[in-house]
């Protein structure tokens, strides 16, 4: 598996944009950047993934590196809603396998 | 009603006695997984199971066992429960035809082993 470090806390002022940074290098090239976040002692929720274009949905944007190394993860408005535990994960879509390997992921905290 | 359901909610203990986590999901998935979390570790995979015939080993299958007893249901067991194994456990469910093959996690079990 590829394996992502990420700094352990981040702080962001509500209203700003919060950008979450993963590193991936040893990332192979089946393997898609997927993003979690867990609010305390809640399940992990799904916020987005991508292969190697940028991404945008309602929650978030993913933007990959070209050489697909490192990528970010940016809320674009944080709300204190948005303090959780976010984690950046690699995955194969091989239907074969199949594991998500989290590690311990950014703490978040929007500060008023 | 949520989609992925997980109980007891929380469970307190002895050290030997044998635990049954269950676990019942409605979105027709088949795949399931069993995760366990502590403090400042993540999320770490115990079991996962790809089809009601089909069980695998996770990162920390030690201590543990599962049953798939249908499509809708995958229950983890402690054999004999240890104060180490006190910890969140979490259930998910997921769809390889899905088209962001997403997992989504049930809201957890708290079990602590005295």
């Known amino acids: 598996d590829a394996k992502t470090t990420q700094p352990p806390s981040m702080d962001c002022a509500e209203g700003r944009a919060a950008n979450l940074p993963c590193n991936h290098s040893t990332i192979s090239g089946n393997e898609y950047v997927y993003w979690y976040r867990q609010i305390h002692s809640q399940g992990p929720q799904y916020i987005i993934h991508?292969?190697?274009n940028n991404e945008t949905n309602e929650m978030a944007s993913l933007i990959i590196t070209e050489d697909r190394k490192s990528s970010t993860l940016i809320l674009p408005h944080a709300t204190l809603r948005d303090t959780a535990v976010y984690y950046c994960i690699v995955r194969s879509m091989k239907t074969s396998y199949d594991k998500v390997i989290f590690g311990p992921g950014t703490s978040l905290s929007v500060i008023p | 009603d949520a989609d992925v359901t997980q109980t007891p909610r929380n469970r307190i203990t002895k050290t030997g006695k044998r635990i049954m986590l269950e676990c019942s999901q409605t979105k027709g998935h088949d795949r399931m997984y069993w995760y366990r979390q502590d403090p400042g570790l993540g999320l770490r995979l115990i079991y996962y199971s790809f089809d009601v015939k089909d069980i695998n080993k996770g990162e920390i299958s030690d201590g543990y066992s599962v049953s798939r007893q249908a499509q809708a249901k995958f229950s983890l067991s402690l054999e004999s429960a240890i104060p180490n194994q006190t910890a969140l456990y979490f259930c998910a469910t997921s769809d390889p035809g899905g088209g962001e093959n997403e997992q989504f996690f049930g809201p957890g079990t708290r079990l602590t082993v005295l």
């Open positions: 991508g292969l190697k």
